[in-house]
């Protein structure tokens, strides 16, 4: 789903299926779907609600870094980030405040990355951020079968940390101080660094 149908009804996870509330909406441009918050038929990427709007993928830094760099987004690494969010952290209660805490700063950080390449601006560096740090994270989050118990939940635990402390530097980077305008403290942000916490140590 590209970065431009964030928000919108298209790329929400109360859209579901014409045919059951238990169906994910994974239809065209031009399918409707079901709005299981609204229990109306949707025009899923011409109609947003901002007040129910739950991102399917969540992973908005990786998203909105696949559209700068004109990348398909089958290419590999995004459903990488995508299969180790639904099929890994999403299935782990330790994780569960941590993933919400990322989905109010995470699309922050994506709205500046779009907004600060959008005019031509030299792309060197989230080149390099991409290469560099974005698909060797990806790595260690790939399932290998050929990988054993303990080195999975190292990569696991490494991967995560990684990426915890990629997003805090671009919230550094992009003066993003606080989660929220609803935050009166940094403690959401305190929170977001502890992923992993002492199973990385």
Do not use: W
């Not at 238990?22 to 899923?44: A, M, N, Q, S, V």
């Not at 990569?155 to 009166?184: P, Q, R, V």
């Amino acid at each position: 789903m590209a970065y431009d149908y964030e928000g919108q009804c298209g790329s929400c996870e109360n859209l579901k299926s014409m045919e059951s509330d238990y169906i994910l909406f994974d239809g065209g441009k031009y399918t409707d779907g079901h709005c299981t918050e609204l229990r109306t038929i949707r025009r899923p990427y011409f109609e947003r609600c901002d007040y129910y709007y739950k991102n399917r993928y969540g992973c908005h830094i990786v998203t909105a870094m696949t559209q700068i760099l004109g990348l398909n987004e089958n290419d590999g690494t995004l459903d990488v980030f995508r299969s180790f969010r639904a099929n890994v952290l999403e299935k782990d209660s330790e994780y569960k405040e941590i993933l919400s805490q990322y989905d109010i700063v995470g699309p922050q950080i994506a709205k500046c990355l779009v907004e600060d390449y959008k005019d031509g601006k030299d792309k060197e560096m989230i080149i390099g951020l991409y290469d560099h740090i974005v698909c060797n994270i990806a790595k260690k989050m790939e399932d290998n079968p050929q990988l054993d118990k303990n080195t999975k939940e190292k990569n696991k635990l490494e991967a995560i940390k990684e990426y915890t402390e990629f997003t805090k530097s671009l919230m550094d980077y992009y003066g993003i101080k606080e989660i929220s305008n609803n935050t009166k403290d940094n403690n959401c942000v305190k929170k977001l660094g502890t992923i992993g916490g002492n199973l990385y140590e």
